[in-house]
């Protein structure tokens, strides 16, 4: 999975704003850490996009309702007990 390369940096750079007056001389270097670091974990992440989520939570739907068709035909065809 691709991810956006401005909303790291958007991370990063809000990441960078929060460190104390005494590193902000070092902020361009700490956000380019912090880019790094980021885009590693997430890569590492087994993550899916919503598009891809949203294909398989309908295909789930579908299914289920499948299975209690199926059930209920089940439930019809068994004898009495």
């Known amino acids: 999975m691709k991810f956006d390369p401005q909303a790291l940096d958007d991370l ?45 939570a309908g295909v789930l739907a579908r299914t289920r309702e499948k299975l209690e068709a199926l059930e209920q035909r089940l439930a019809a065809l068994e004898p009495p007990r």
């Open 12 to 56: 990063a750079r809000k990441l960078g704003a929060a460190l104390p007056p005494q590193l902000r001389a070092f902020q361009e270097d700490v956000e380019q850490n912090f880019r790094a670091v980021l885009q590693s974990a997430l890569t590492k992440l087994d993550l899916v996009t919503r598009q891809e989520f949203d294909v398989q």
